[in-house]
């Protein structure tokens, strides 16, 4: 079993810049993929960074602004974020997963191991 924490999400205005954590416990958090997805209200989750053994992927929306990185001596993945946009608002999510493969690293469904999420709202 993966207990995933988030933890840095916030109120903060267009344009404005935010770093989410996700602290793992558990496994030996080194070898698993991680991703980060979010979730605005009325809409369905979407995926928007992964890291795995097979690369760095970013969804298309976030391309540029977001960057996903991890720091496996302390069990962490990041996602900083800059020029943030009303859009970007919603519930992130952090999620891990040990077996995945490269056609399902954008999936929800690939992912095994799921934080609470940590709420983000970029106000207008």
């Known amino acids: 079993q993966v207990q995933l924490v988030e933890s840095g999400g916030g109120l903060v205005e267009v344009g404005g810049s935010l770093r989410l954590s996700c602290v793992a416990s558990?496994?030996?958090?080194?070898?698993?993929?991680v991703a980060w997805f979010r979730q605005a209200p009325g809409k369905e989750r979407e995926f928007v960074a992964a890291?795995?053994?097979?690369?760095?992927y970013y969804a298309d929306a976030v391309k540029g602004r977001f960057t996903i990185s991890r720091d496996n001596a302390k069990n962490t993945v990041y996602l900083e974020m800059r020029s943030l946009k009303p859009e970007d608002t919603g519930v992130y999510y952090c999620?891990?997963?040990?077996?995945?493969?490269?056609?399902?690293?954008?999936?929800?469904?690939?992912?095994?191991?799921w934080g609470q999420g940590t709420q983000v709202t970029v106000s207008s």
């Open positions: 558990g496994q030996a958090f080194s070898r698993f993929a």
């Open positions: 999620a891990a997963d040990s077996t995945i493969i490269l056609s399902s690293i954008r999936n929800t469904r690939g992912y095994d191991y």
């Open positions: 890291n795995s053994r097979h690369g760095t």
